[in-house]
T-cell receptor, first 113, second 117 residues
Framework: NAGVMQNPRHLVRRRGQEARLRCSPMKGHSHVYWYRQLPEEGLKFMVYLQKENIIDESGMPKERFSAEFPKEGPSILRIQQVVRGDSAAYFC???????????FGSGTRLTVV | AQTVTQSQPEMSVQEAETVTLSCTYDTSESDYYLFWYKQPPSRQMILVIRQEAYKQQNATENRFSVNFQKAAKSFSLKISDSQLGDAAMYFCAYRSGLTQGAQKLVFGQGTRLTINP
């Protein structure tokens, strides 16, 4: 059973471009969470999704950021018109239900140049 | 809102010795979960140990154990017989136990642990 798969592992974007980060949860997991880690800091919650639904997006910036978890396919975190301050590691985690513990992916490191 | 504080940015310990990492948290809830995660240079977040707030017994996982003081809102991690592979960033995290509450984890700032051979 493969773990949580995130790709790409590294992503470089120029200012103003779009970044798309993908997360495939573990098999049987229908709950997905996205976190952002700035250098030398802990992870900060961004959004919690179930299939086709956003459950909690209280940590998402109001502009340029969006997330989806379609019925088929991976969860996508999209950042439009990236700025240097978006440079960070973005982690995805999944769980089989609300009460269970998370499994984290290895993260995507986004660098905006 | 809940907060998690790790007051030790860096710690070091001699190989084979014991080290304790500190964590305090603030919450008004009575039902919650606490976690310690390890993040080695590979960046992978690895769950080390988990504690349910309703359990009085401290969790243990092999060389890792916690000292959970609910009244003091303290949750320290003890690593016994430290090994070189224990070198990593360690994060303390909180999650609400409310069934209707947010499922997000609230993380501390982390403690960088160095193991000296």
């Amino acid at each position: 059973n493969a773990g949580v798969m995130q790709n790409p592992r590294h992503l470089v974007r120029r200012r103003g471009q779009e970044a798309r980060l993908r997360c495939s949860p573990m098999k049987g997991h229908s709950h997905v969470y996205w976190y952002r880690q700035l250098p030398e800091e802990g992870l900060k919650f961004m959004v919690y999704l179930q299939k086709e639904n956003i459950i909690d997006e209280s940590g998402m910036p109001k502009e340029r950021f969006s997330a989806e978890f379609p019925k088929e396919g991976p969860s996508i975190l999209r950042i439009q018109q990236v700025v240097r301050g978006d440079s960070a590691a973005y982690f995805c985690a999944s769980s089989p239900d609300r009460a269970y513990g998370y499994t984290f992916g290895s993260g995507t490191r986004l660098t905006v140049v | 809102a809940q907060t998690v504080t790790q007051s030790q940015p860096e710690m070091s310990v001699q190989e084979a010795e014991t080290v304790t990492l500190s964590c305090t948290y603030d919450t008004s809830e009575s039902d919650y979960y606490l976690f310690w995660y390890k993040q080695p240079p590979s960046r992978q977040m690895i769950l080390v140990i988990r504690q349910e707030a309703y359990k009085q017994q401290n969790a243990t996982e092999n060389r890792f154990s916690v000292n959970f003081q609910k009244a003091a809102k303290s949750f320290s991690l003890k690593i016994s017989d430290s090994q070189l592979g224990d070198a990593a960033m360690y994060f303390c995290a909180y999650r609400s136990g409310l069934t209707q509450g947010a499922q997000k984890l609230v993380f501390g700032q982390g403690t960088r642990l160095t193991i000296n051979p």
